[in-house]
């Protein structure tokens, strides 16, 4: 498993504060398209660092929305799936319909490329 990325990020707070800013960065193509629509933290601000999401981006112009769940590399080993499903958004008159892209994945270079490419057709697509 020596390919796998910030494999303790579930035990350790500053290598799961790592993998985010990997995330952030390596989507930084959507910024300015696309803002977290999910809440990642408790009511007192406390992050939940369970990796559901690790990073979550809404187009809410174009009424589609994206998260990535990044599981335990120790309890499934290498892993990617993707799928979509019908969600609302909350907007500022209340919620829209929307659809959300949804991949889960253990986090390699080879998972984090194709989330990426994925991310990339969902939110741009043509």
């Known amino acids: 498993m020596s390919d796998i990325l910030f494999a303790d990020f579930l035990e350790d707070h500053a290598v799961y504060a790592a ?3 990997y995330w952030q960065a390596r989507l930084a ?11 990642t933290a408790f009511a007192n ?4 660092y369970d990796g559901n999401p690790i990073i979550n981006l809404a187009d ?3 009424g589609k ?6 599981q335990c590399p120790h ?3 290498h892993d990617y ?5 019908a969600i609302e958004l909350a907007d500022g008159d209340g919620h829209r319909p929307a659809q959300e892209k949804i991949i889960v994945l ?14 990339r057709a969902w939110f741009m697509p043509g």
């Open 106 to 119: 253990t986090l390699t270079q080879a998972t984090a490329h194709r989330a990426e490419d994925a991310l």
């Open 29 to 39: 193509f959507l910024d300015g398209q696309c803002a977290p629509y999910l809440r």
């Open 65 to 70: 929305a994206a998260r990535i769940v990044q």
């Open 45 to 48: 601000g406390q992050p939940f």
């Open 75 to 77: 309890e499934f080993g």
């Open 60 to 62: 809410r112009n174009a």
């Open 81 to 85: 799936t993707s799928f979509e499903q």
């Open 19 to 21: 993998a985010e800013a």
